[in-house]
């Protein structure tokens, strides 16, 4: 069985900086892509970043390129959200996901494509 944990979560203001983290339990860690969606209230769940399993392949969301980075360390069975300049319109329940399918080469953007995922955590910007 899987677990994933999010943490690092919290009230930061417009224009700073936070980092996630999302610890996963298992031994196959490494051969599965991961991803970092989030959710508003009253909104769609929003596809954030995501993670080939070794790193090779990185995709972001529109509205966090250039002010977002994915990270994993294989040896630590964690994957990263570096969030920097962030906005109030960040404001989200953020969680991280693992692909279903083992080894793939390109980082899946619908959450369909995600079968194992955290509790989230908890992001609000303030103006």
């Known amino acids: 069985q899987v677990q994933l944990v999010e943490s690092g979560g919290g009230l930061v203001q417009a224009g700073g900086s936070l980092r996630l983290s999302c610890a996963a339990s298992?031994?196959?860690?490494?051969?599965?892509?991961m991803a970092w969606f989030r959710q508003a209230p009253g909104k769609e769940r929003e596809f954030v970043a995501g993670?080939?399993?070794?790193?090779?392949?990185?995709r972001y969301g529109d509205s966090v390129k250039g002010r977002f980075s994915i990270s994993r360390d294989n040896a630590k069975k964690t994957v990263y959200l570096q969030m920097n300049s962030v906005k109030p319109e960040d404001t989200a329940v953020y969680y991280c996901?693992?692909?279903?399918?083992?080894?793939?080469?390109?980082?899946?953007?619908?959450?369909?494509?995600?079968?194992?995922w955290g509790q989230g955590t908890q992001v609000t910007v303030s103006a």
């Open positions: 298992g031994r196959t860690f490494s051969t599965y892509g």
């Open positions: 993670i080939s399993w070794i790193g090779g392949s990185i």
């Open positions: 996901a693992r692909d279903r399918r083992p080894a793939q080469p390109i980082v899946a953007l619908t959450a369909t494509s995600y079968d194992y």
